[in-house]
DNA sequence: CGCGTTCGCTACACATTCCGTAGCAAAGGA
DNA sequence: TCCTTTGCTACGGAATGTGTAGCGAACGCG
């Protein structure tokens, strides 16, 4: 499978592509304090259907963010700077949002 | 209509979920350096279908990222600071993705 | 051991979303 | 006038996401 959208390849447009799926950022967002299992992952992410989590964690370990581990799905470290990312989106949020 | 996902209102959830839609990611990302038509955010976005494109703008104007001006579609302030972080994004993919 | 619970994950049918194409009315140029 | 380009909508089909059920494996407990 290609990467969907641009078909230049860019790093940047592969990583645009595939948090722009539903739950990619979510999940990033829930795993940013530590490990969480399959099903706690559910719990955190409003009760996404197993498939679609299943999915979405199988493009995030492809993308090399996530990674399965003892105690469940964790971050890698690249994934953790990227979360870092997504906790500057946050303070965006809170100021800019309703 | 009310948020997808995220029932608790929590900014950050909103933007997680306006942001996890396909192309959204990609306009902000095109419009990071000024304004652009709609014919050309089409045809930055690999010609996304018009559907989708206006679909996609309505959503980031009802967050506040993105106004219709004069010369097309631009990011308002608060959109610019959002592209800040995608600079990083950019920088973090070209670190991390093959 | 036996029994129940929880785990990660899959199957499958249904719903939503997205896409491609066609095309409209309005604005501009020649 | 006529031709082009604009922003944008309509609509049917294709891709994606959803909800529910349930599997086999691993656990706790007696």
New interface residues.
Partial sequence: MSVR???TGR??????DV????????VL?ELRDGPLTFRGLRDAC?DVSPSSLNQRLTDLRA??VVEAGEDGYALTS?GR??AK?LL???R???A???
Same sequence: chains 1, 2.
């Fill in positions: 959208g641009s078909k790093p940047v447009m592969r990583v645009l948090l722009g799926r539903r739950w990619s950022l979510r967002w409003d993308l090399g690249a700077e990227l990312l500057g989106l946050s965006w949020a809170e800019h949002v309703r």
